[in-house]
C-alpha cells in the first residue's frame, strides 16, 4: 500500500551541484505533480505533467528540469543548486487532474549550502 | 497580492471548543475547494472537498464556501489534541489540466 514514494527524503547540496529528486506512484495515476514549501508561502507548483512523456511548468519552474519517461515515475532535477532552492519538496499525484484529490509523498527536505 | 490568503496563526485552542479556519480568494473562476491537513514532517492529505458554493459536512468538520465573498472556512466541533497540525486550504479554477493553488496554511494546536 505505498501510494506516492519520494526518494531521497533528505539531502545537503553544496552550490553548484546536481541532484535528481524521484518520485514513484503505483496507482496508475495520470497526473502527477511536484510542489515546494517554504514557511509562509505556502505549497507552490514548480512542475506538472497530465501523462507518460508529458510535462508543463508551473508557478516557480527556474532552476528546476522535469522528466515523466514512465507512466509511474516524474523525476525532478537540480542541475545547479542555489541556496534559494533550500525547501521541501513534495511530489503529488492525482487520477484526473486539479479537481480531484491528491495523493502527497513524505516529502524531501534538501538543504542547499 | 497572493491569489489565495490564509491567516498563518499559530492558533491554540483548548480540547472540546470549536475551531474555525478561513481563506480568502481573489479569482472568480475557483469552483472547486478544498481543505488539506499536512502533520508536522508530513505530507498533506485531503480532509474536506466543496464544489461551487454551500456547505459539506463530514464527522466534526464543516466546510462553507461563499461564492460571493471569496471565503471559504473549516469548522472543528469538538476539536482532539490529535486535530493539532497544519490546515490548508486549496482552490482550483477546473478540471484537468491545471494543479490547485494552496493557502499557505494556518498552524493548530490543540491543548489537553
Known amino acids: 500500500n505505498a501510494g506516492v514514494t519520494q526518494t531521497p527524503k533528505f539531502r545537503v547540496l553544496k552550490t553548484g551541484q546536481s541532484m535528481t529528486l524521484l518520485c514513484a506512484q503505483d496507482?496508475?495515476?495520470?497526473?502527477m505533480y511536484w510542489y515546494r514549501q517554504d514557511p509562509g508561502m505556502g505549497l507552490r507548483l514548480i512542475h506538472y505533467?497530465?501523462?507518460?512523456?508529458?510535462?508543463a511548468k508551473g508557478e516557480v519552474p527556474d532552476g528546476y528540469n522535469v522528466s515523466r519517461l514512465k507512466k509511474q515515475n516524474f523525476l525532478l532535477g537540480l542541475e545547479s543548486a542555489a541556496p534559494s532552492q533550500t525547501s521541501v519538496y513534495f511530489c503529488?499525484?492525482?487520477?484526473?487532474?486539479?479537481?480531484?484529490?491528491?495523493?502527497f509523498g513524505s516529502g524531501t527536505q534538501l538543504s542547499v549550502l | 497580492q497572493k491569489e489565495v490568503e490564509q491567516d498563518p496563526g499559530p492558533l491554540s485552542v483548548p480540547e472540546g471548543a470549536i475551531v474555525s479556519l478561513n481563506c480568502t480568494y481573489s479569482?472568480?473562476?475557483?469552483?472547486?475547494f478544498m481543505w488539506y491537513r499536512q502533520y508536522s514532517r508530513k505530507g498533506p492529505e485531503l480532509l474536506m472537498y466543496?464544489?461551487?458554493?454551500g456547505n459539506k459536512e463530514d464527522g466534526r468538520f464543516t466546510a462553507q464556501v461563499d461564492k460571493s465573498s471569496k471565503y471559504i472556512s473549516l469548522f472543528i466541533r469538538d476539536s482532539q489534541p490529535s486535530d493539532s497540525a497544519t490546515y490548508l486550504c486549496?482552490?482550483?479554477?477546473?478540471?484537468?489540466?491545471?494543479?490547485?493553488?494552496f493557502g499557505s496554511g494556518t498552524r493548530l494546536q490543540v491543548q489537553p
Open positions: 479569482n472568480s473562476a475557483f469552483q472547486y
Open positions: 503529488a499525484s492525482s487520477s484526473t487532474g486539479a479537481s480531484e484529490k491528491l495523493f
Open positions: 486549496a482552490m482550483s479554477a477546473n478540471t484537468g489540466r491545471r494543479a490547485l493553488t
Open positions: 496507482m496508475n495515476h495520470e497526473y
Open positions: 505533467s497530465v501523462g507518460e512523456g508529458t510535462t
Open positions: 466543496t464544489y461551487s458554493s
